[in-house]
């Protein structure tokens, strides 16, 4: 590759992680829902970026774990379609937006974390006690726990044990008190997640 492209490759990377960290230093930054969650959605994303980081996770999964709820920060009108009842769908909403710069090895267990929760919800007795309270309601909203044939589909996909693993770490990533990671460091895994050469 020529150095001109080189640097306008590392230009656009540039571009892209900041348009991400103004949607997290942004919207990102506020109470979930207006305290539904104990967390940010932004101290949320950080925490399961760490779990995922701590569990030796490929770079391509710590930038999903990171990643993984943008899809609240772009539909602004998720929290009301939450309170009235609707599913937001901000697992599909998140995952085509990044689409436009992230292989599918990032947006696809970003795509089935909810299908993995209802998954682990028909497959483990006890998952669903574990979830938060925000996490049970919404479970509702997007289909309850599947089916046996929708289990029996959901582990034929190619991303099914990515997006359980995004999914547990997920759920651990609520803890007001817990030491955060460097933002920088994390954004770090994002841009060296963005196709080559970018779109």
């Known amino acids: 590759m020529e150095a001109s492209a080189i640097e306008n490759d590392a230009a656009a990377r540039e571009a892209i992680a900041e348009h991400i960290r103004a ?3 942004g919207p990102g930054s506020r109470q979930w ?57 901000h697992e599909e909403i998140g995952a085509n937006w990044l689409g436009q710069w ?9 795509r089935w974390h909810v299908a993995a929760k209802r998954y682990l919800c028909s497959t483990e007795p006890s998952y669903r006690a574990s979830l938060s309270l925000v996490s049970q309601r919404s479970l509702v909203l997007q289909g309850g726990a599947m089916s046996a044939g929708e289990c029996a589909a959901f582990e034929k996909t190619c991303f099914s044990a990515d997006a359980i693993r995004l999914r547990r770490w997920d759920d651990h ?27």
Request: hydrophobic share 45%.
């Open 173 to 199: 990533a609520k803890d007001p008190g817990k030491p955060l990671p460097d933002f920088q460091d994390v954004m770090a895994y994002i841009m060296r997640s963005v196709r080559v050469p970018v779109l």
């Open 102 to 110: 992230f292989p599918p090895l990032v947006t696809e267990p970003i």
């Open 33 to 89: 829902y207006d305290g539904y969650e104990a967390v940010s959605q932004t101290r949320h994303a950080l925490l399961c970026a760490q779990n995922a980081i701590a569990a030796s996770a490929e770079e391509h999964l710590v930038s999903a774990a990171f990643l993984h709820d943008i899809g609240h920060l772009i539909d602004l009108n998720g929290r009301d379609k939450f309170q009235s009842g609707t599913d937001a769908q």
């Open 23 to 25: 949607l997290f230093d």
